[in-house]
């Protein structure tokens, strides 16, 4: 939060899960002055924004996996494009804005959080490079739109799903 948008962390709302509660987490909350705040033990129904929002970003990508015919591995793609759809949908919450863009009134945002949409499991070309082929060969490959980037400039990730039927495809 601080090195992206420049904002300090006050309040940190969790439930009584492992990777929250133990010494060294207390110990960077004390020094950065956050308050933990955490649930009563099995009683996921006080975090209730976040186990609806949890539930959202299963449910979508599942139904993405589903409609898609892709296999299961590839939840984790599934995940980063549910992820950026869902920041780029009008929300309700948000008056009808989508996050990015209450997002924006507050941080320029990079280009990378501004790429068009592409629709999971389209069809996509990998560009190889003349040292990657020879004359004959073909200039790209044929694969199946995954994911979005997060951490390369490229655009989108794809992939060869050998285990998928090419009529599938389509």
């Known amino acids: 939060m601080k090195t992206q948008f420049n904002a300090q962390i006050q309040i940190l709302h969790s439930d009584n899960s492992g990777e929250f ?6 110990t960077y909350f004390q020094q950065h002055g956050i308050i933990h705040m955490m649930t009563c033990p099995q009683t996921s129904q006080q975090n209730g924004v976040a186990e609806r929002k949890n539930r ?4 979508t990508p599942r139904a993405l996996l589903i409609g898609a015919h892709v296999p299961r591995h590839h939840w984790d793609d599934a995940i980063v494009t549910a992820v950026h759809l869902i920041n780029r949908m009008p929300s309700g919450v948000l008056t009808f804005k989508t996050p990015l863009q209450v997002l924006a009134q507050y941080k320029p945002l990079p280009s990378v959080l501004v790429l068009t949409p592409r629709i999971f499991r389209c069809v996509a070309f990998f560009h190889l490079h003349k040292n990657q082929r020879s004359k004959l060969d073909p200039c790209a ?12 400039k490229a655009t989108v990730i794809i992939t060869l799903l050998l285990d998928v039927p090419m009529s599938l495809w389509m």
């Not at 509660?21 to 207390?26: E, K, P, S």
């Not at 959202?56 to 449910?59: A, G, P, Q, R």
Request: aromatic share 14%; with cysteine.
């Open 21 to 26: 509660v133990n010494h060294d987490f207390q």
């Open 56 to 59: 959202h970003l299963l449910k």
């Open 141 to 152: 490959l044929s694969c199946v739109f995954v994911a979005y980037a997060t951490h390369q």
